[in-house]
């Protein structure tokens, strides 16, 4: 069955970098992207955002606004997915791996020493018209 998903990355802005997170699993196992997760039922991306940034590592976050939008095929899992890219400002906490089952490694980068290989939403991220504005919050 096709399927269609809305997803929320979020970055974390600290002291000049932002936190990513080497995802395990069956999607995205293997890669680097930023903490983020699936819009819920009745869920803004606000709300989706602080929850998965939780979940996933523990922090507070501040100041949420938008970033991007992008949108990418997983042919090999009959999915597309919508990613609602959210930008943020740490708050509070000490990020530490929440989900094991999700996460092997949390790392604060830049946009100059990104790890690889990154998740494949990036992609379209890195190429859209929004990436500008994206590396000006830093």
Known sequence: MQTVRVGVGVFIFKEGKFLMILRK????????????????????????????????TGLKIKNLRFGAVTTTMFPEESRQSITIWILSDYQNGQP???????????EWYDFNSLPQPLFS??????????????????
Do not use: M
């Open 25 to 56: 699993g069956t999607h995205g196992g293997g890669s680097w992207s930023v903490p983020g997760g699936h819009l819920e039922y009745g869920e803004d991306f606000v709300d989706t955002a602080k929850r998965e940034v939780e979940e996933e």
């Open 96 to 106: 530490f791996i929440v989900e094991p089952d999700k996460c092997e490694k949390l």
């Open 121 to 138: 939403p990036w992609t379209q991220l890195l190429e859209s018209k929004f990436i500008k504005n994206i590396k000006n919050q830093i």
